[in-house]
């Protein structure tokens, strides 16, 4: 057991134990700034079942990101002469040819 999860152990329940204790002053707050209200009014005119379910459908029908489009936004390393794309795990830059030193190092 790591030191974070003994934090954690502690800090959790007492943090929840405060929030739990304070939740009548946290609900009064809120409906005196009139978040709520508006909450209320954008539920039942806005979040209807029907806008639930297409939201659920669409979620569900989304294909997910294969792992090669996620790793386009990884930024890329770049040769130090031409300024050129480099292959990962490439030792040579394609572009110019210059040897590129050890990036994990
Ligand atoms: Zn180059």
New binding site residues.
Partial sequence: MTIKMRRLIVVVPIASILLLADFLALGEWLDRAGLIGWAQTIGTRHITGTAITVIAALLILLPSTPGSVRRTCVPTAR?P??D?DLRPGGRY?P????RIADRNS
């Fill in positions: 040769c002469v031409c050129e830059c572009a110019c040819g210059s």
